[in-house]
């Protein structure tokens, strides 16, 4: 499991993630108001970035439920991932177990995080629909099959698959270059 000072670490890391994600991402739901989730091609470059960075330095399992589940909750009064609700916790738990199950596989490597924080960006929409689906956020109308097999949520998912890629890519230059050599980051790593 996560310590203590390594939980405070994807702690801090997810929180700062939630700013442009609750806040710039929206901006373009004015635009698009019809089109859920679009928030995130804005923001989901960066809070991959961060999610990357957060990470890293806690290579153990929990650590992506914690990301996962800060970021979510942060969420649960704006419209980021949908209108506001507790039900966002469930979204986050579920991308959490598959950031912990990746990392965990692939042991905790290099590749493991670029792969997990990469791949769990586009795998928000279709979990988020699973989410509302399963609990009618948007009532009885809402259809997680309809929604998925959708050409627009198609090509939002190929979208955020690219971004979640240089968003993870950026994180990780950023570490290595920047944050790799600090003592801090040293000994949180050491903590395993």
Do not use: H
Request: glycine share 10%; with cysteine.
């Amino acid at each position: 499991m996560v310590t203590r000072a390594q939980a405070l670490w994807v702690f801090l890391f997810a929180l700062a993630a939630s700013l442009p994600d609750n806040s710039i991402g929206l901006f373009l739901k004015f635009f698009f108001p019809q089109m859920p989730l679009v928030g995130g091609l804005i923001s989901s470059t960066l809070v991959a970035a961060l999610m990357y960075i957060g990470l890293v330095p806690a290579p153990r399992l929990g650590a992506g439920m914690l990301y996962t589940v800060v970021l979510l909750a942060v969420a649960i009064v704006t419209s980021s991932f949908g209108q506001p609700g507790i039900y966002k916790l469930l979204i986050g738990v579920i991308l959490g177990a598959y950031l912990d199950i990746s990392l965990f596989l692939l042991r905790y490597r290099r590749f493991a995080y670029l792969f997990a924080v990469s791949t769990v960006v586009p795998l928000s929409v279709p979990i988020t629909y699973f989410v509302w689906d399963l609990l009618g956020v948007y009532g009885p109308q809402f259809s997680f099959k309809e929604s998925m097999l959708d050409y627009w949520n198609g090509l939002l998912c190929g979208t955020y698959l690219i971004l979640g890629i240089v968003g993870a890519l950026l994180g990780d230059y950023v570490f290595r270059t920047r944050l790799k050599g600090l003592e801090r980051v040293k000994s949180l790593r050491a903590e395993t």
